[in-house]
Every structure is written in C-alpha cells, then in structure tokens.
C-alpha cells in the first residue's frame, strides 16, 4: 500500500518544483515534465484545501460540536 504525502510535504515539493523552474537550470523537456507535476500537485493541493474549508464550515455551522455527520465524497481529505 502506498502511504499519501501529508498536505505539508506535498506543499514543500510543489515549492521545490517552482524553484527548480526558477533556477532556469533544466532543459526545455524537462522544465515541461516537472510544470506537469507541479500543476497536477497545486490541483490536488486545492482539493485538500477546499475539502478542509469545508470540513471547517461545517463544523462551525454544528456550534463546533463535532457530530456523525457525513460529508460527501468529494468533499473529504482522502
């Protein structure tokens, strides 16, 4: 089974992506492949954010009582 990165650890890899773009220092191809993971961990990393505003919303909306209620699918952290 293979373990999913915490949100901190993705975060700190799509900074290390941009500065590897930065730098300038990689090659047409390669600035390419790395744009590509770098734009598909930013969209995974919105849908974590999103998902725990959310989470948040409804929480407080409960007086902060944290209940047995279901968020959608779409809406968790997994």
Do not use: N
Not at 29 to 48: I, P, R
Not at 66 to 74: D, N, R, V, Y
């Amino acid at each position: 089974m293979v373990k999913k990165e915490t949100f901190e650890a993705s975060l700190e890899h799509l900074e290390k992506i941009v500065r590897q773009l930065e730098s300038g220092e990689k090659g047409l191809e390669e600035s390419l492949e790395v744009f590509e993971k770098g734009v598909t961990l930013a969209k995974t990393l919105s849908k974590q954010l999103e998902a725990a505003k959310t989470k948040v919303e409804v929480l407080t909306r409960e007086g902060g009582k944290i209940g047995k209620k279901e968020l959608p699918a779409w809406e968790t952290l997994d």
